[in-house]
């Protein structure tokens, strides 16, 4: 069965501290690995997307990593900023040609404080 | 704005009663997604549409629940028959053919009483 975990469930971090989030997977064959940031109140917004073949990909302060070996991938964010707190969801998509290969982790809610 | 819109952005309704949920994806997108993100849950696919092809409703939960796409443009998701475990946010994305980037919605908070 397909599945994404995330770890952690919840974070609270004082603001400027760097954090990082995880997500293991089990989806196979693996096609790509998509982090997504949700306000609250809002919908998932795309922060970065990794193939097979990628280790890591930044936007700005987001620096995300994959090991497809270990079926891992991280979510790092470098001087956290009180408009970072939201939900962190990492999404695995599978390599087959239909629309709904997506699994869904159940997300990261970060909290950061001032 | 260009964005994807969503239509209640509330909605309370009583057990037993039809709901419609409305979706107006972005122009020029074909595909278009439907999801539930129950509270404290992760999103759980509904159903795709893709062009003219015919829907992949893999997803659906029960026969309560359809979805119609008209004009490969605005969807409506209908549950019939709310159940108060039909409670969550429904959340609607849409995409370029051929694209991975799903724009999502705000999503429609449906409580059922």
């Known amino acids: 069965k397909n599945q994404v975990e995330q770890s952690p469930q919840s974070l609270i971090i004082l603001e400027g501290k760097n954090c990082t989030l995880q997500?293991?997977?089990?989806?196979?064959?693996?096609?790509?690995l998509r982090w997504y940031k949700q306000d609250t109140g809002r919908g998932p917004v795309s922060l970065t997307i990794?193939?097979?073949?990628?280790n890591t990909k930044s936007n700005g302060r987001y620096t995300a990593t994959l090991d497809a070996d270990t079926k891992q991938s991280s979510l790092h964010i470098t001087a956290s900023q009180l408009s970072d707190s939201a939900s962190y969801i990492c999404?695995?998509?599978?390599?087959?040609?239909?629309?709904?290969?997506?699994?869904f982790g159940g997300g990261t809610r970060l909290m950061v404080k001032p | 704005g260009a964005g994807v819109s969503q239509s209640p952005s509330n909605k309370v309704t009583e057990k037993g009663k039809d709901v419609e949920l409305r979706c107006d994806p972005i122009?020029?997108?074909?595909?278009l997604y439907w999801y539930r993100q129950s509270l404290g849950q992760g999103l759980e696919f509904l159903i795709y549409?893709?062009?003219?092809?015919?829907?992949?409703k893999s997803g659906l939960p029960s026969d309560r629940f359809s979805a119609e796409r008209t004009g490969g443009s605005v969807s409506t998701l209908t549950i019939q028959r709310t159940q108060q475990e039909d409670s969550a946010v429904y959340l609607c994305?849409?995409?370029?053919?051929?694209?991975?980037?799903?724009?999502f919605g705000p999503g429609t908070r449906l409580l059922v009483l």
């Open positions: 990794m193939t097979f073949s990628e």
């Open positions: 999404v695995v998509r599978g390599r087959k040609n239909a629309g709904n290969m997506l699994t």
């Open positions: 994305a849409s995409s370029l053919p051929s694209r991975e980037t799903q724009y």
């Open positions: 549409f893709q062009g003219n092809s015919a829907p992949d």
């Open positions: 122009s020029g997108h074909t595909a």
């Open positions: 997500c293991n997977y089990t989806v196979s064959p693996f096609s790509n």
